[in-house]
Structures are given as structure tokens and as C-alpha cells.
């Protein structure tokens, strides 16, 4: 794996895992037709906006479809119930999400700057698909196993990607990987959450983007965060 790959990676992606399974199933578990795959892609693009405006509880099987125009006996051909749609969206956003991630950082020769591009392909992503907050807190109570799976996924690459930045000589050494990349991934998220999810101009619209001077004073405290030290550099000196 090339070093840019290695970045790519950095978030649990692969450069060539595609940005979607490559062989969707129906409910009996037969592979798709393309129509098939089609539809089915229509009703978790359809889910995503009723469980995000409405919530797990409020949302149901008759509103996905009516949303997506699609017959309510055609949904299970492809999902058994709500609680299945809902689980197959959160694998599907998180997919998603490690796609953008993955190309924004697939360029970049450093950590540091893998690092910045990651952020701004989540924060590009999330600006799009703001249901992601909603739906991946909501399976905090739904289903805890894919609220694990959601973070599990993205920390595990991300864990490898600055394990590799280590043996280049891009990050501090002394660092735990596992805890980092926690506190990276949090980091990213609450920041997402304060200027994208909240903010709202006085027409109350979100913004498109998360502006670039957020991106740098992130930037700024992630690189302190990252920052080789000397040898003789302790928790209490990062003068070093």
C-alpha cells in the first residue's frame, strides 16, 4: 500500500472499496437486479429523510414508501421491517461517509494534510446529509450494536492510518493510536455538530459548508495535538 493509500485507509476505507455493496440483496437474499438495486436504494434514500425528520418512533414503514412512491408491498421485498431499513441506513451512511472521507484525503503526502482533507470531506458529507447526527444517535437506543459498528468502523482505519503516520515520522510516537484517533473522531463530530448542524443565518438556513477559519483553528489544534516532540519532551513541556 502507497503512502497516499495508507491515508485513504486512515479512515477504514480502502481506495478500492466501492461506495457501495457490490451486490445488494433482496429480503429472501438474492442478489439484485439493477431496477431492484435501484429501488432499493430509493427507499433507504427515503428512510433517511423520515427517520431524520421524524425519528426512529414517529417514522414508520408507510411514510418511507409513500416518500419514496413506492407500494408498501414492494418494501418487503427488499427489508423484513423499520427496524431493518434503519439498520441498513446506518451501515449505508457510514459507508458513505468513509467514501468521502477516503477521496478528500486521497491526495495528501503528510498526515497532517491527510488530516484536514479528511475533515473537510466529513464535514462536506455531513453538510449534505445532516440526518446522519440524528440517525446514528438514534441507534444509540435502536440498535446499540450499530451505533458501536458506526464508530468501531471509522476508529479502526483511522487507528492504522496513524500508525503508519508514526513509523513515518509524521506524528508523535508516544501518542496512543486508539485514544488519538477517539479523540480525533470526537473532535470532528462535535465541531460538525456546533458549525454545521446549529449554526443558522438570520433566514434560519444552514450553512452549505463549514467555513474555512473553523478548518484552520482546527487545524491548528490538531497539528499542536500531532506534533513530533523532542526526546526529552514530557506531558508537561510540548515546547519540545
Not at 437474499?29 to 418512533?57: D, I, M
Not at 423499520?82 to 461517509?97: M, S, Y
Not at 484517533?181 to 465541531?191: H, P, Q, S, T, Y
Request: proline share 5%; aromatic share 10%; net charge negative.
Amino acid at each position: 500500500m502507497s503512502t497516499t493509500d495508507a491515508f485513504a485507509a486512515g479512515v477504514g476505507f480502502e481506495p478500492s472499496e466501492p461506495p457501495a455493496p457490490t451486490a445488494a440483496l433482496s429480503a429472501t437474499g438474492k442478489p439484485l437486479t439493477k431496477r431492484g438495486e435501484a429501488t432499493r436504494r430509493k427507499l433507504l434514500e427515503a428512510a433517511e429523510e423520515v427517520f431524520a425528520s421524524l425519528g426512529y418512533h414517529e417514522a414508520s414503514i408507510v411514510k418511507i414508501t409513500e416518500r419514496a412512491g413506492i407500494g408498501l408491498g414492494t418494501f418487503y421485498l427488499y427489508f423484513d421491517s423499520k427496524q431493518q431499513i434503519f439498520e441498513e441506513l446506518v451501515v449505508d451512511l457510514n459507508r458513505r461517509v468513509r467514501h468521502s472521507m477516503a477521496e478528500a484525503m486521497a491526495g495528501a503526502y503528510n498526515r497532517i494534510d491527510a488530516e484536514r482533507a479528511g475533515f473537510e470531506g466529513f464535514f462536506r458529507f455531513t453538510a449534505a446529509h445532516p440526518a446522519l447526527y440524528r440517525i446514528v444517535r438514534e441507534a444509540e437506543f435502536v440498535s446499540p450494536d450499530m451505533l458501536r459498528l458506526h464508530y468501531t468502523r471509522i476508529v479502526e482505519g483511522y487507528e492504522a492510518g496513524l500508525r503508519a503516520a508514526q513509523r513515518d515520522g509524521d506524528v508523535d510516537a508516544a501518542l496512543d493510536p486508539e485514544v488519538t484517533a477517539w479523540a480525533l473522531m470526537g473532535a470532528g463530530e462535535l465541531i460538525g455538530m456546533r458549525f454545521l448542524l446549529w449554526e443558522r443565518d438570520g433566514a434560519g438556513r444552514p450553512p452549505e459548508a463549514m467555513p474555512d477559519e473553523i478548518i484552520d483553528h482546527m487545524m491548528r489544534f490538531i497539528r499542536n495535538a500531532l506534533a513530533v516532540r523532542g526526546a526529552g519532551a514530557t506531558e508537561g513541556n510540548t515546547d519540545a
